[in-house]
């Protein structure tokens, strides 16, 4: 098939089937039609030259021609002229002398005029074609009708009308677009004439057929991205989309305008008149799609008037319309136009159409700053430099919302070069703006030549405000590309501007001076331009301090302080109207109410997700998705984190950058987390290609977490350490968990003295590295292996229980999991009075729970640790037998078996009977099914069930469920909306539980005297019972079983029982 003919499938069917009619019965009149280029004569000549070949069938052509000196009948003349060459000598005269003597004024032997010879000639010519489609089909095809006169169209349809049942078929080719003009001569005929044909209209081919027509004509195939930009340039004319294609093949840019294309559009302007082709002008500068009124203000046009011009375009094919907007056809109609406008004419345009937009900008028109951006520029000095540049600036923080961070540079880069030197202050503002981007793209060495010169013209100012501000700034940048040292060199320069004197006292948060190593010069500069800011009311300045401060304070010990200060300044992004900043310091307070084991970082966080889905911008989405991925990873709900951390692939590109810095490390600690050693394998390997810094850590710690030793150097101290102090700061948390496992793997007691010490500083805390990526466990956790590694059990117990309480409080499931698998450990190790029991609860417990949560390490981890079963005495397993069947109970003992109905006191008994030689608090058989309660009974006197604290925490559980359950049935979330429900009918009930009279708390002490009463009571009421029935078993039992605060089951010998 043709290259041109890509597409045409159903138009050469339909030719092909006219063709065949006309060879077997009769013929008629086939029009193709559509747009110079879009290959009218290439699906003509391919069929015809198909019959051609086939034989018998004689094809003759004829073509309009655009000129003033062509004689009537052009068309007609050619084609005849064929006839008598092609056809043989018997066959012309046969045919001739039928048609008369008309026939010579179209073959230049004869003239005349008036309507009579008019009539002649046609009936001469419709006589010749019959006479020859008697002899054998005939096809004629007369091209370019559009050019015709009105002559030749008339013949045409005297032709059309007087041979339909010969076999003779017409097939004519003309632009309809053309043709369609008010003032074309031709306009009134040949709609008359298409009523009596078979139409096909060609159009424009589709972005994969355009793809295709590119690969045939210069045997390469272009990429989607290509082939979209393609497609709206040449709007699929296969003409266009050819000479698109050579020019992309040799090298040249696809926004190059071939010669005969440029032709081609003028052609087609030309048919317009000037004040059209004007107002397409300014069209041209708005750009491809564009809105009618906006239009008119540009151009100066009243509406009316650009409502008319308007129409002749799209009558002509150069736009399209819908509703109050257009577009042009062919984005080449639109650069040829642009092209054509001169200098002056271009700005003055550009101008017009910043304060046009303005006037019709329409709300939530997200496209609108980037093209106010556009014409600001361009516009060049016929616009204020001052607007441009707040007009670019607003284009670049629109696009950085967006996550769009090329295009945010593009516009920092013009704003910068529009602003020039008058402005020094704003100048080093907006490079500041800019190489946070570049930072952001990852082109770091870039993003350090743009702070170099912002901090040359910031030193220049003498404004040591300003100099501090870049200091902080540069503090906080990722160092790779500094090869100059810029970073400390400026902070230096602003300790000397900002601090002269004595070290400044408490802010007014009452946080003093922090000790946190290198963070004291720059909290100190931090600290001035804070105050200078709220002095002066700079909430920019005051913005940037306080997000200094949370970088500089990053430390053990200062998660409280970080809370403050991004309180602070969620408030002041408020007043900023900085959405992004509010909630990226809202992601800052719940890492830190996280790092300081307070269960109210799920409000935080919570009210941070849902903030971020209200606003709906893709750079605070990515936030939100981000901190959920990590946060359900945390919780152990990680088919949800996965499909977060896919999503937050997708939102931050395909190229290296800062998030995907970060994702990396993200990817390895879930999959870590999970055990799944080789998909963590795996995401180390990809950030080492990546460069990262810290790789050996992963390292380290990836092979400790498969009970390995790692190899090499004391990576928590050498390896991949950076000169990058916010960053080490940042990753102090993973070496200090390195060192920790590293040592106890090592059981060296300087080691592990050497650990704890570095340890001290988290105790309370949980190690949080990578200002939250990565949630490293409690602190009691690896204190607690450690312990365990030095054989100090009841210190590692004591630990370990309390890393378990606070994974438990902040609903870290998979950290609850491996803190008590060290803990069922260390009190096998211990082995003291009922250790055994409990770890074997315990590992039961957490296989059945790490099984469910998928952490298949850990359920191995348990089952290896279990004890082995004692061996059985060889007895009967029927016994001795205490089973519960529905209200019945079956008890056998010395071979005597009985049946009791259900009582609550054989509950209680079955219980006991089940940890023999463990005491068992009367609470916890009182209140089976709380055992929190039941614990907390056991370990306190007459303290409250629930102190303030605690009640708190519950309401704020309900809260936050309460929203949860809304959230989940707005999104239409059954499931999740009942799994919610479940959790807050529990929460209630225990509260129910933990309450007195009118709702005054319920002392454990209470509860503890009540339980022993009642459980008492109903035991010995159960032994009374049994004595009618089965005295040997009340017998055993009474003296076996003893009851109080505390129930024990303690035979004198060893007793096995089914139960």
Not at 584 to 593: E, G, I, P, T
Not at 787 to 796: F, M, P
Request: charged fraction near 25%.
């Amino acid at each position: 098939m043709d290259t041109a003919l890509i597409g045409r499938e159903h138009s050469v069917r339909m030719l092909r089937s006219r063709l065949e009619r006309a060879r077997a019965s009769h013929g008629g009149l086939v029009l193709v039609t559509g747009e110079a280029g879009i290959g009218k004569t290439s699906l003509v000549r391919s069929a015809v030259d198909e019959e051609r070949e086939r034989g018998g069938m004689l094809v003759v052509r004829g073509t309009c021609w655009d000129s003033d000196s062509t004689p009537g009948f052009w068309p007609w003349t050619q084609a005849v002229r064929s006839l008598r060459r092609g056809a043989s000598a018997g066959e012309w005269e046969e045919a001739a002398t039928a048609a008369g003597g008309a026939l010579s004024v179209l073959l230049g032997d004869g003239t005349g005029t008036g309507e009579a010879l008019r009539f002649e000639l046609f009936d001469a010519v419709t006589t010749l074609l019959t006479v020859l489609s008697q002899r054998r089909p005939v096809t004629v095809v007369l091209e370019d009708l559009h050019w015709a006169d009105a002559a030749s169209l008339s013949l045409l349809e005297f032709t059309a009308q007087h041979t339909w049942f010969e076999r003779l078929l017409v097939i004519g080719t003309y632009r309809d677009v053309e043709v369609q003009r008010p003032d074309h001569p031709l306009r009134p005929l040949l709609p008359r004439l298409a009523a009596k044909a078979t139409t096909l209209a060609l159009t424009g081919l589709t972005p994969p057929q355009v793809a295709e027509l590119v690969a045939r004509t210069v045997g390469a195939r272009p990429d989607a991205a290509m082939t979209a930009g393609m497609f709206a340039r040449t709007g699929g004319n296969p003409y266009f989309v050819e000479e698109t294609a050579r020019l992309w093949s040799a090298g040249q840019p696809v926004a190059a305008v071939a010669p005969g294309v440029r032709a081609v559009v003028h052609r087609r302007l030309a048919l317009l008149g000037q004040p059209a082709v004007r107002l397409l002008g300014a069209a041209a500068v708005l750009g491809r799609r564009f809105e009618r009124r906006t239009l008119a203000r540009t151009a100066g046009t009243p509406e009316a008037v650009t409502t008319g011009l308007l129409g002749e375009a799209v009558a002509a094919g150069l736009l399209e319309s819908s509703a109050d907007a257009y577009v042009f056809t062919h984005d080449l109609v639109r650069e040829t136009l642009y092209d054509g406008l001169a200098e002056d004419r271009l700005r003055h345009l550009h101008a017009a159409a910043v304060r046009a937009l303005r006037d019709t900008a329409g709300a939530g028109d997200r496209a609108r700053p980037t093209d106010l951006a556009r014409h600001a520029y361009f516009a060049g000095p016929d616009l204020d430099a001052d607007e441009a540049v707040d007009i670019l600036v607003a284009a670049a923080r629109h696009a950085v919302s967006r996550l769009a961070s090329e295009e945010a540079v593009a516009h920092y880069r013009r704003a910068l070069e529009r602003l020039g030197t008058g402005d020094p202050r704003r100048h080093v503002l907006l490079a500041l703006d800019l190489g946070a981007e570049l930072q952001l793209l990852g082109e770091h060495e870039r993003s350090w030549l743009v702070y170099e010169d912002a901090a040359a013209l910031a030193s220049g100012t003498g404004d040591a405000g300003l100099v501090g501000r870049v200091a902080l700034t540069l503090h906080h940048a990722d160092g790779r590309g500094d090869g100059t040292g810029l970073k400390t060199r400026a902070l230096r320069e602003a300790h000397r501007a900002l601090v002269p004197g004595p070290r400044p006292a408490a802010d007014e948060s009452g946080a003093g001076p922090v000790d946190a190593p290198d963070a004291g010069p720059v909290d100190e500069v931090a600290r001035r331009v804070v105050a200078a800011a709220r002095a002066a009311g700079d909430d920019d300045a005051l913005h940037l301090g306080l997000w200094a401060r949370l970088h500089a304070v990053w430390a053990p010990g200062t998660a409280a302080q970080r809370v403050h200060v991004a309180g602070e300044l969620m408030e002041v992004s408020r007043r900023r109207a900085d959405v992004w900043m509010e909630h990226l310091a809202a992601s800052m307070r719940w890492v830190a109410l996280l790092e300081q084991d307070d269960p109210r970082f799920l409000r935080q966080f919570s009210d941070m997700v849902a903030g971020a889905d209200a606003c709906g911008l893709p750079r605070t989405s990515m936030i939100s998705v981000i901190d959920r991925s990590v946060v359900y990873a945390f919780m152990g709900r990680f088919p949800e984190a996965d499909d977060l951390l896919a999503q937050t692939l997708a939102l931050s590109g395909t190229h290296a950058n800062y998030y995907q810095y970060f994702i990396g490390h993200h990817r390895w600690a879930l999959a870590l987390l999970q055990g799944r050693f080789p998909e963590a394998e795996q995401a180390h390997h990809a950030m080492r290609e990546q460069d990262h810094l810290y790789t050996q850590v992963l390292a380290g710690i990836t092979e400790l977490e498969q009970d390995a030793t790692p190899h090499g150097p004391a990576l928590w101290s050498e390896g991949g350490s950076s000169d990058d102090s916010v960053l080490e700061r940042g990753i102090a948390p993973l070496r200090v968990r390195l060192q920790s496992q590293s040592a106890a793997a090592s059981r060296d007691p300087v080691s592990c003295e050497q650990a704890h010490a570095v340890l001290e500083p988290y105790r309370g805390q949980w190690l949080v590295s990578l200002f939250g990526w990565d949630i490293g466990g409690p602190a009691a956790l690896w204190s607690g292996v450690l312990h365990a590694a030095e054989e100090r059990w009841e210190a590692a117990v004591r630990d370990l229980t309390t890393a378990e309480r606070s994974a438990d409080r902040l609903h870290a499931r998979p950290w609850s999991v491996r803190a008590r698998t060290e803990l069922a450990r260390a009190l096998l190790a211990r082995a003291g009075p009922d250790d055994t029991n409990r770890a074997t609860t315990l590992l039961r417990d957490t296989e059945a729970e790490a099984r469910e949560l998928g952490m298949t390490h850990i359920v191995e981890r348990a089952r290896r640790l279990l004890p082995s079963p004692t061996p059985r005495p060889q007895v009967s397993q029927a016994e001795r037998e205490f089973v519960r069947n529905g209200a019945v109970w079956r008890l056998r003992y010395a071979g005597r078996t009985v049946h009791v109905p259900d009582a609550k006191g054989l509950a209680d008994l079955h219980t006991l009977l089940g940890r023999p030689g463990q005491e068992v608090p009367a609470v916890r058989l009182l209140y089976p099914d709380s055992a929190h309660l039941a614990a907390a009974a056991g370990a306190l006197g007459s303290d409250m069930v629930l102190d303030e604290e605690a009640k708190t925490r519950y309401r704020q559980r309900l809260e936050l469920l309460d929203e949860e359950i809304d959230r989940a049935a707005v999104r239409g979330d059954g499931h999740t909306a009942t799994e919610y429900g479940r959790e807050r009918e529990a929460l209630l009930a225990e509260l129910h539980k933990a309450a007195g009279l009118a709702g005054r708390s319920r002392r454990l002490g209470d509860e503890t005297d009540r339980a022993r009463k009642n459980v008492t009571a109903r035991i010995r009421d159960t032994l009374r019972r049994l004595r009618d029935h089965h005295p040997e078993l009340a017998s055993h039992l009474q003296a076996a079983v003893s009851t109080g605060a505390m129930c024990r089951y303690a035979p004198d010998r060893e007793v096995r029982w089914r139960l």
